[in-house]
């Protein structure tokens, strides 16, 4: 059975931080594996607590009076060297709910103000970014968006452009453009439904999902 025998931290950054795995595969092999984290220590690391806390926070929000634009920022990235589209996300800080970081994630990056659906459907706890290399997880959280763009709250490290997108701009961009795989699927969503926030009150065996 494959499992971790020992962790070692590599880095010490204040945001993202590089270890090294002693693990064992399947059949008894002893082997080294890298991964990234935003734990700042090996013991608060997911595969040592066993918990899921949510690094991060994503927006999926609809504009206009017929919620028929959704809110992206085209953002450069420097691993890519290149602009990607993306849905608004930030960072959860200590002892922030994720509603409470998706409000500010959203004013911050877009100057709009976001107002999310409840819903009991479950869709919102934490899930896994790319579990092959990190165990960053973030929330996502539904809702619309109104107000006018700024960018005043934008970091010095962030280079955006807010865009809201109708039907046929989501369809172009996932035809042309480099987008994050979160921002693919709910474009796929929201190109494909009159009701992209439908989902959230459906439940399993209760209709199409």
Same mark, same amino acid.
């Given at each position: 059975?494959?499992?971790?025998?020992?962790?070692? &931290?590599?880095?010490?950054?204040?945001?993202?931080?590089?270890?090294?795995?002693?693990?064992?595969d399947?059949?008894?092999?002893?082997?080294?594996?890298? @991964?990234?984290?935003?734990?700042?220590?090996?013991?608060?690391l997911?595969?040592?607590?066993?918990?899921?806390?949510? %690094?991060? !926070?994503v927006?999926f929000?609809?504009?206009?009076?017929? $919620?028929?634009?959704?809110?992206?920022?085209? &953002?450069? $990235?420097?691993?890519?060297?290149?602009?990607?589209?993306?849905?608004p996300a930030?960072?959860?800080? %200590?002892? #922030?709910?994720?509603?409470?970081?998706?409000?500010? #994630? @959203?004013?911050?990056? +877009? *100057?709009?103000?976001?107002?999310?659906?409840?819903?009991?459907?479950?869709? #919102?706890?934490?899930?896994y970014?790319?579990?092959?290399?990190?165990? #960053?997880?973030?929330? @996502?959280?539904?809702?619309?968006?109104?107000? +006018?763009?700024? &960018?005043?709250?934008?970091e010095? +490290?962030e =280079?955006?452009d807010?865009?809201?997108? %109708?039907? =046929?701009?989501?369809?172009?961009?996932?035809?042309?453009?480099? !987008?994050?795989a979160?921002?693919?699927?709910?474009?796929?969503?929201?190109?494909?439904?009159?009701?992209?926030?439908?989902?959230?009150? &459906?439940?399993? *065996?209760?209709? =199409?999902?």
């Open positions: 059975m494959a499992e971790v025998d020992r962790v070692s &931290q590599v880095t010490n950054n204040r945001f993202l931080n590089y270890y090294e795995l002693n693990t064992t399947r059949i008894g092999n002893h082997k080294k594996y890298y @991964m990234c984290s935003r734990r700042e220590s090996a013991e608060k997911d595969l040592m607590t066993g918990a899921d806390r949510p %690094d991060g !926070v927006m929000a609809l504009y206009g009076e017929g $919620r028929d634009r959704v809110v992206l920022v085209h &953002q450069y $990235r420097y691993p890519l060297g290149a602009y990607i589209y993306e849905l930030g960072l959860v800080e %200590d002892g #922030e709910r994720v509603d409470e970081a998706a409000l500010r #994630e @959203m004013r911050e990056e +877009t *100057g709009l103000e976001f107002h999310p659906v409840l819903s009991d459907s479950g869709y #919102e706890r934490p899930f970014s790319s579990a092959g290399m990190t165990d #960053e997880s973030c929330c @996502m959280v539904f809702g619309t968006a109104g107000g +006018t763009i700024s &960018q005043s709250g934008l010095d +490290t =280079q955006l807010v865009v809201l997108a %109708d039907r =046929q701009e989501a369809a172009r961009i996932l035809r042309e453009e480099n !987008v994050a979160n921002c693919a699927f709910m474009l796929m969503n929201f190109i494909s439904s009159a009701d992209p926030l439908a989902f959230l009150h &459906q439940r399993a *065996g209760e209709g =199409q999902l």
